[in-house]
């Protein structure tokens, strides 16, 4: 049959190519240096018989006579024309236009567009720029290269997971973006973050990692990052906070050929407050220097008709913190080929990846190594000495923790820690996409993809006997926690490219969409309480079978089926108007209010294309958008079933519920943008900047309420309005440019305003008054606190605060230091906020010959932030410096008579977890080397072997041109919307220097 | 040729899944079937049954521990003279030296709502009309659990809980005790009408589903809610006594039909005295136990580590003391005094004792209420079966000494806490004593008999003014709460002040006084006859 078939299409290739002068069709493909250009311009010279390419770059041209020249053009690049001849297929390759410069840059769904065709902010990174100084997490090379795209690391050391946010905090939920990989949506769970400052006594305030961390970053082609919701409309509820979009690499045809790195960099811990030196020789002989390692090897290859690209990378690492390290393998696979007379391309990618990461560190008081080793202060001894970590207890014949004195539920010997509280994370990605396009004409095609995305994340720490009784009985501990992700994403995609007539061109998509989401989590606790049969075994069948163990299993699945429509119209390459309409139906909304939309508009006019502008300016073009997008709830959330306690403990205490009588409706969010780009003198400088603002509604808060009157301490309700509005640019340039030497630079700035406009939308319930607040990181029984509050923004830092005099001395009465409390909220005073008032990233490129120098200066100014690390060390210890240091400090009592008081007298008496942090905020305002790059690329004869090779020296947080805060600011205890601003015993952040090599063969 | 079939078959099976699936429906979805639905719930009952396992572990919650703590330990275990926290939380400035804690009091008022009355109000609406004596004992339950919020705050939300009509509007501490009796009624009624009804047995955590134990409990909760109106409203106090003391099941008679609650869970106690080492021996416990040479002193408490062979008590209301440089400091000097004992070796949480009913018996005979009895010969049933209860062994002697009197008291740590003994009532009964000495003699041998169940003691020390325990070392009320009257109430809680400020007003006006510790409430009228 299918020979058959084969054999009709050859003879009517022989007959078509044996034809001469009489009309027939024409096809082929116009593709640029990096493959396939959608909606290229195909006309037939002096007529209005024309047409695009599709999504592919494929075209077919009816009536051609071989005497036709054909005109094919695509914004950006050199206008070709090519007489028709005999040829039925004409493949072309377009050169980009030196004089307007401009790529194509892929957006929502895949779809790829011309620069100067998209009606909103979108910045891309390509591989090199993302590689040069390499981080395991990928995402985590973005810092600083991107306009208003804010990247926090955590503060849990190599694999550890990524905060990222574009444009401001707008939601109490997930202020995350969504990542798609080639068009698809990529499941990004985080498993698990730190909300609490204390810690946690079910085994530390841990980072569950994310799946970011899990993919090589060799794999990447390019990121573009899609800021404002116009640009992401088009994904509905999961694209609210913006999209970053990820290509891969993939084969290319042509002869075979292998790429491999090997990148090693040595981490120092570098950032930490000022310790006096007994305390610092402490720290220096605990903590060690960490090395990271990254080797990664792709082949690829092909012919015209199928591509592969294998890649295989392993990273193994030893973090600063003792016995802390890290391994990690990916694999990735992709295959491209074209069937049917290259009517049908299909692309199938498997992408597998695996973690273990041994003591992960965590932050917070419980479980953690550092609370000992900074405050060990025994006279006489050194920390070392208490290496040997346990002693032989001839009570219990048992091998028991050793310490300089009795432990507490924050202190233990840190030693003991690492060896005896050990954890270990097995984090676990398999991704598996499959790509299917077809081409029905040569304006209509039709795409169907699906994927398979699985991540696990697993945590296990053993604690032995005679661990601190609050954490531990005296049997031990054991957790464990696992949760399996799985996201199953099917779409199916008519694409419509049509020039309707010579000015006038259409490009549209018309999809369906589902989305099936299941988290499968589970938690085996033995809990504090007799959990545990005999010492030391750690196994469930050891567990005993009462409630204070926790044997807990979650199963939670979602749905959420779309369909949405694009339609971009042009007009003579010099007006583009831009409409997307997305519709989703989703299972974690009440049945009755499940459908919501999410419309955008955009137009965006060129005006170099409108008018001549002169020689000096070589494209300037105007953008402005709309978009309303809105977010659904977590599953379970609206009608949850009842949980059940292991070990006959009966049914939970019944779950937050909606307010009685009200229904639940989608987070709204409305935002604007304009923006205008220019470029100059060839292209060697421009600028692009733009100005948005974002107002989201409707938040889906938990509410205080009264037991008394809803028989619930808190009901869930709609309300609130937070707005974000900012300026981001980006200002690039190429200085210099000659045969030898370049110089490329690139300015990024960004500034936001978030405002908490209101957190409460006035509604008169009986049991519900209007709060004064909303909390995202609760004080408990410390002093920091993060709180929404009306006329407040996002992120701000609460702290409890020391009344001073007018001369600004500290107010201490009888010998208790007295608190300034005038505008309290939660009993703490606002004293910064933990975002920055604006950022600054420059990135720069050199070339010399065959060096290269490559630097990125990041700086966020700024903000404040708090070091609880300082107070709790100066709380519980005399160990740092300017407590040792003599010094004096002044202070007054109510009278207002002066009297001095000893640094360490003052100190002690406000530093702490529960003390005067006001004290101890800084501001976060930092300027660093973020990024240092110095390579050479060998001369390679033309017989050589290999093709490419180059060595770098690389360097990455390399030292601060300024900051005041003891800690790093750009790390962060969570990823989530709690613990920001505040640094409670993190890691020290690390200054990394290392070598990287790349070879091509 | 096999690759391409491969991919067309893939193809046709992502387009067919997509049609398939976009039909499906949503709500399918959305369920964390690991838990448990109110459908999966009503196999075996459970949808009621497994209502009433939080009602019973929370009128004195069993876990977490420090929500006990917070309930009731740091307010009336302490204000009770039964015990005391040997760490001076929060530097000495906390509930037990008057500088009271809002943040620890919320947990008196939102553990029995959330847990108590919530799930009663639930079983209500599933079987008044259909089983009703599951909603008897339900009803019983409440008054157990609601009775003791009302005694802490006076007003509460009762009759209106639940009512989205009249939100949040709090009864007078006389509409929730005429509530209570009305609710035993209705309990009492529905029990007796199904009296060998077993739907309760898979569910009793207390008397095994048997309803006549039930209704001696309805019987004797009436009964001691009767006679803490019996001055402030003496016929309506006379007519429920007399209800409770005629009715045909009668009271509980034997130790087998006191109240316990038999949970799986450890005693909460044992966690904040064995684990925290938080709570210790009152200084009134020591002065009346030793003072009388009491038998059961071996089984409520430990001797002292720190003074073998004594048995050691603390002061209520220490401050952080001089001399030492922190709470935990001060903790390390106390924390060798005496502890609890058998209370804290049981899982069993217990609520109300059969020698309590005794005692309630023994005044209602003395305020000459129909079918109490010898007021005499209920007194020393009382003692001896508190001695019985406790396994010790010479209450004939005990009965019989007319001597013995509360010791003087000594802090072996600091002697600036050193005070004498605040009464000289003896033990024998002496029917020639007045009855303001009878009903001291009685209360005091009824507050030994409730130990470790503080929530009732601190009640009856309200309404009686005995037994005469120790003040306050530190008062730190700022002037609301006299020393030698001793705290009356708790403030209405925060989380009331500020999600129902307008039910909290109306429960000010009917206080009718200020909302801080000093005011009494309605049945706390100063004067016992």
Not at chain 2, 40 to 60: A, C, R, T, W
Request: aromatic fraction near 10%.
């Amino acid at each position: 049959m299918k020979n058959n078939l084969l054999k009709k299409m050859f003879f009517a290739a022989i007959m078509l190519t044996s034809s001469v002068i009489f009309a027939q069709t024409v096809s082929g493909t116009v593709s640029d240096a990096n493959g396939p250009l959608p909606g290229a311009s195909i006309v037939v010279k002096g007529t209005e018989n024309g047409t695009t390419t599709d999504f592919d770059g494929n075209y077919t041209l009816d009536n051609v006579s071989s005497e036709d020249t054909l005109v094919i053009s695509f914004l950006g690049f050199i206008t070709q024309e090519i007489v028709a001849g005999s040829q039925s297929v004409i493949d072309v390759v377009l050169e980009e236009d030196a004089e307007n410069l401009d790529e194509v840059i892929v957006t929502a769904l895949g779809i790829k567009k011309t620069r100067a065709s998209i009606t909103y902010a979108a910045q891309d990174i390509k591989a090199d720029e993302l590689n040069r100084v390499k981080q395991s997490n990928p995402i985590n090379s973005l810092s600083g290269k991107v306009a208003g795209l804010s990247i926090t690391k955590s503060a849990s050391g190599v694999g550890g997971s990524v905060k990222v946010v574009l444009r401001g905090n707008s939601s109490i939920g997930n202020n995350q973006p969504l990542y798609v990989v080639d068009g698809i949506p990529l499941s990004n769970p985080t498993a698990g973050q730190p909300t609490n400052t204390f810690g946690d006594i079910n085994g530390g305030n841990v980072d569950g990692g994310d799946a970011l961390s899990l993919i090589n970053p060799d794999d990447i082609e390019s990121m573009t990052v899609l800021k404002g919701a116009s640009a992401s409309a088009l994904y509905g509820s999961a694209g609210l906070n913006g999209v970053i979009l990820i290509t891969t690499k993939k084969g290319k045809a042509g002869s075979f050929k292998v790429d491999f790195s090997s990148n090693l960099t040595v981490d120092s811990p570098a950032y930490m407050m000022d310790f006096n030196s007994e305390a610092e020789d402490n720290i220096d002989g605990f903590l060690e220097t960490g090395y990271t390692n990254i080797n990664s090897l792709a082949i690829s290859g092909g012919s015209e008709k199928a591509q592969t690209f294998f890649s295989y990378s392993n990273s193994f690492a030893d973090g600063v913190m003792p016995t802390n390290s890290l391994k990690q393998h990916t694999i990735s696979v992709r295959e491209t080929a074209k069937l049917f007379n290259d009517k049908l391309t299909v692309n199938a990618s498997v992408m597998a990846s695996t973690q273990k990461i041994k003591n992960r560190p965590i932050s917070g008081l419980y479980f953690n190594p550092l609370v000992g080793v900074y405050s060990f202060d025994s006279p006489g001894e050194k920390l070392r000495d208490y290496e040997i970590f346990e002693e032989y207890d001839p009570g219990r014949n048992i091998m028991a923790q050793r310490w300089f004195r009795g432990t507490s539920d924050i202190e233990q010997n840190p030693y003991w820690i690492t060896n005896r509280n050990a954890s270990e994370d097995i984090n676990n990605k398999f991704l598996g996409s499959l790509n299917l396009g077809y081409e029905i004409n040569d304006w209509l095609s039709l795409t169907a993809r699906g994927t398979y995305d699985k991540s696990m994340f697993q945590f296990e720490r053993k604690i032995y006997a005679t661990t601190e009784a609050t954490l531990a009985p005296a049997n031990g501990r054991y957790i464990v926690t696992e949760q399996d992700i799985t996201q199953l994403y099917g779409d199916f995609l008519v694409n419509i490219n049509k020039q309707l007539s010579e000015k006038v061109s259409l490009n549209a998509i018309v999809g369906t969409s589902t989305t099936r989401t299941t988290n499968e989590s589970f938690v085996g606790d033995s809990g504090t309480n007799g959990g545990l049969q005999f010492a030391n075994v750690f196994s469930y069948q050891n567990f005993n079978g009462n409630p204070s163990v926790n044997f807990t299993q979650n199963s939670l699945e979602s749905r959420t089926n779309s369909v949405f429509v694009s339609a971009t119209v042009g007009y003579a390459d010099m007006l583009f108007l831009d409409v997307t309409g997305r519709n989703d139906w989703s299972s974690t909304l009440p049945s009755e209010n499940n459908s919501f939309f999410y419309p955008s508009v955009g137009l965006t006019g060129v005006i170099s294309e409108m008018t001549d502008l002169g020689d000096k300016i070589s494209f300037a073009k105007v953008r402005a958008s709309y978009a309303e997008v809105g977010s659904g709830f977590l599953p379970d959330q609206i009608n949850p079933n009842r949980p059940i306690i292991f070990g006959g403990g009966g049914v939970g205490q019944d779950p937050i519920r909606p307010f009685p009588g009200s229904t639940p409706k989608p987070e709204r969010q409305k935002s604007f943008e304009i923006g205008t780009e220019w470029r100059f003198l060839n292209n060697r400088y421009g600028i692009d900047i733009g100005y948005y603002n974002t107002k989201t509604t409707d938040q889906y808060y938990a509410f205080a309420t009264s037991v008394a009157v809803i028989g619930a301490p808190q009901a869930y309700l709609n309300s609130g309005e937070i707005s974000n509005q900012g300026v981001e640019a980006t200002i690039y340039a190429t200085p210099i440019q000659n045969d030898d030497f370049s110089w490329t630079s690139t300015l990024n700035f960004a500034t936001n305003k978030n405002e908490i406009v209101k957190i409460y939308d006035g509604q008169q319930l009986d049991g519900l008054i209007e709060p004064e607040f909303f909390t995202l990181s609760p004080k408990g029984v410390n002093t920091f606190g993060s709180y929404l509050v009306e006329g407040g923004s996002f992120g701000d830092i609460y702290a409890q605060v020391v009344r001073r005099d007018s001369n600004g001395y500290p107010v201490v009465d009888n010998g208790t230091v007295v608190m300034d409390d005038d505008n309290l909220v939660d009993g703490l005073t606002k004293v910064g906020n933990a975002n920055p008032d604006f950022t600054l990233g420059w990135n720069n490129s050199f070339n010399y010959k065959n060096f290269t120098l490559d630097f990125l200066i990041d700086g966020k100014f700024g903000g404040e932030t708090m070091s609880m690390t300082e107070a709790i060390v100066e709380g519980i210890s005399n160990n740092s410096a300017r407590e040792t240091a003599n010094a004096n400090v002044t202070v007054v009592d109510l009278n207002g008579n002066q009297s001095t008081l000893t640094a360490q007298e003052y100190y002690g008496k406000v530093g702490g977890r529960n003390g005067f942090t006001g004290e101890y905020v800084y501001s976060a305002t930092n300027v660093r080397l973020a990024e240092f790059a110095l390579g050479y690329n060998f001369n390679l004869g033309d017989d050589s072997f290999f093709r490419r090779i180059k060595a770098s020296v690389v360097g990455s947080n390399l030292f601060f041109f300024y900051k005041d805060a003891p800690h790093d600011p750009n790390v962060s205890l969570s990823t989530g919307n709690a613990l920001q601003g505040v640094d409670v015993l993190g890691l020290p952040s690390s200054r990394s220097i290392g070598l990287n090599i790349n070879l091509t063969f | 040729m096999m690759k391409n079939n491969k991919y067309r078959l893939l193809a046709c099976l992502v387009v067919l899944s997509l049609v398939v699936t976009s039909c499906s429906d949503l709500e399918d979805y959305n369920v964390n079937d690991r838990n448990i639905s109110e459908e999966q719930l009503e196999v075996d009952f459970q949808h009621v049954g497994s209502k009433y396992k939080p009602m019973f572990e929370s009128i004195y919650q069993y876990t977490p521990a420090w929500s006990y703590q917070l309930q009731q330990n740091l307010n009336a275990d302490v204000y009770s003279g039964y015990m005391t926290n040997p760490r001076p939380f929060v530097a000495g400035a906390n509930n037990t030296t008057y500088n009271l804690v809002s943040g620890w009091n919320n947990f008196i008022w939102s553990v029995p709502y959330s847990n108590v009355i919530d799930n009663a109000k639930a079983i209500e609406e599933l079987t008044k009309d259909e089983i009703p004596a599951l909603n008897g004992v339900a009803l019983i339950l409440k008054v157990a659990g609601m009775h003791r919020v009302t005694d802490v705050f006076g007003p509460i939300v009762y009759t209106n809980f639940g009512d989205l009509e009249n939100a949040g509007v709090y009864d007078s501490q006389e509409e929730v005790y005429n509530a209570f009796f009305t609710d035993l009624d209705t309990a009492v009624a529905s029990l007796e009408a199904n009296i060998d009804g077993e739907q309760f047995q898979a569910f009793d955590l207390s008397y095994g589903g048997n309803y006549a134990s039930w209704i001696k409990l309805a019987n004797s909760l009436r009964l001691r809610l009767a006679i803490r109106l019996s001055v402030v409203a003496p016929t309506t106090a006379q007519t429920e006594g007399e209800k409770a003391l005629s009715n045909s099941y009668g009271l509980m008679v034997s130790n087998d039909d006191g109240f316990y609650v038999n949970s799986a869970l450890d005693h909460p106690l044992s966690v904040i005295d064995n684990s925290w080492g938080d709570i210790r021996m009152n200084a009134s416990m020591e002065s009346i136990l030793t003072g009388y040479g009491d038998a059961r002193i071996g089984s409520l408490f430990n001797e002292s580590p720190d003074y073998p062979g004594e048995y050691k008590g603390i002061r209520n209301g220490l401050p952080l003391q001089a001399g030492y440089a922190d709470e935990l400091e001060q903790k390390a000097a106390y924390i060798g005094l005496s502890n609890m004992n058998d209370a804290v070796k049981t899982s069993k949480v217990q609520l109300m004792t059969t020698a309590e009913v005794y005692f309630l018996k023994a005044e209602a005979g003395l305020r000459g209420w129909a079918n109490a009895g010898d007021t005499q010969a209920n007194y020393e049933t009382g003692i001896s079966m508190s001695f019985s209860q406790h396994g010790a062994s010479g209450s004939a002697a005990y009965i019989a000494d007319a001597v013995s009197t509360p010791a003087d008291y000594v802090d072996p740590v600091n002697a600036a806490n050193n005070i004498a003994a605040m009464s000289t009532i003896t033990v024998a009964w002496n029917g020639a004593d007045s009855n303001e000495m009878k009903l001291e003699k009685i209360i005091t041998q009824k507050w030994i008999a409730m130990f470790p169940e503080g929530q009732e003691a601190w009640s009856e020390y309200r309404r009686t003014g005995y037994p005469k325990i120790f003040p306050v070392v530190s008062n730190q009320s700022a002037g609301t709460i006299d020393t030698d009257v001793q705290i009356r109430r708790i403030p209405f809680v925060d989380s009331e002040l500020s999600t129902n400020p307008d039910g909290v007003s109306g429960a000010v006006t009917l206080l009718g006084g200020p909302d801080n510790g000093g005011t009494r409430l309605w049945w706390d009228t100063g004067s016992n006859f």
